[in-house]
């Protein structure tokens, strides 16, 4: 079931050309997943919308449509346990039909009962990944989501895992790209000073190489350093250090 008539044309509305779209004119993961929210908010019954994204199990509510859904997903938070933690982690949906009857997680339930809430289906989203998550819906009437149909929330849940997975991935490509980067700059600094080490010692490079070791663990500072700070007293001016190029 969802709001209003025209509930067909609605859903179609929402197929992966729009989505597609929603992602490519989306000017960060945040707004993507605010889109994906408010479209849930549309399709629903729900009252309130939150997306809960946990990493190094560090939960936060990173958008949300109506006003009591960070309050709701912060009360979880707080006691580390909650319909909406138990879905991320588990990789599990997690329904409550009356918040009155609830039992599990503590005090949670009678919190959400006095925010009006008596009903919240948590959709699990990127899991199986570093970065977990879920979908979360609250609704004022018990059992509101008991009869719904899930299909296009599970699609919208599937849809926002995408784009976590994209994101994350295009960070981790960004800082292996300043690993490199540092290794290169490293590499430089350390070629440079066995360039120097072996025209004043007349030595070969694994020679120079030990040299510089030897010193490195007898100072106990790290190789590149004291390749920085020689090449600094012997110039008079610091290492240069090369720059990635990307490729044409």
């Known amino acids: 079931m969802v709001k209003g008539e025209g509930a067909e044309d609605i859903e179609a509305a929402y197929d992966s050309a729009a989505v597609l779209e929603w992602l490519l004119s989306a000017e960060s993961l945040d707004d993507f997943l605010q889109v994906l929210a408010d479209a849930a908010l549309d399709l629903t019954h729900a009252e309130e919308i939150g997306v809960t994204v946990e990493r190094d199990h560090q939960p936060v509510t990173v958008v949300s449509a109506g ?6 997903d912060e009360k979880q938070y707080g006691q580390d346990d909650g319909p909406c933690l138990q879905a991320a982690r588990t990789g599990n949906e997690v329904m409550v039909l009356d918040m009155l ?3 599990r997680w503590d005090g949670y339930p009678a919190y959400a009962a006095a925010h009006g809430i008596r009903s919240s289906l948590s959709l699990p989203i990127a899991d199986r990944t570093e970065t977990v998550g879920a979908l979360n819906l609250y609704a004022g009437p018990p059992r509101a989501f008991e009869s719904m149909d899930l299909a ?3 699609s919208l849940a ?4 995408g784009a976590i997975r994209l994101a994350q991935r295009l960070a981790d490509t960004q800082a292996f790209a300043e690993q490199m980067r540092a290794a290169m700059q490293s590499r430089a600094v350390i070629d440079q000073a066995l360039g120097m080490v072996m025209a ?5 490079e694994d020679a120079a190489f030990g040299i510089l070791r030897s010193v490195s663990q007898h100072r106990n500072i790290k190789l590149r350093e004291l390749c920085a700070e020689m090449i600094t007293n012997l110039t ?5 250090r090369p720059e990635l190029r990307s490729r044409r």
Do not use: K, M, N
């Open 67 to 72: 006003p009591a859904a960070p309050a709701l």
């Open 158 to 161: 599937a849809q926002a895992t």
């Open 152 to 154: 296009v929330l599970r």
């Open 101 to 103: 009857a609830e039992t």
């Open 200 to 204: 004043q010692r007349h030595c070969t």
């Open 236 to 240: 008079g001016r610091p290492p240069v």
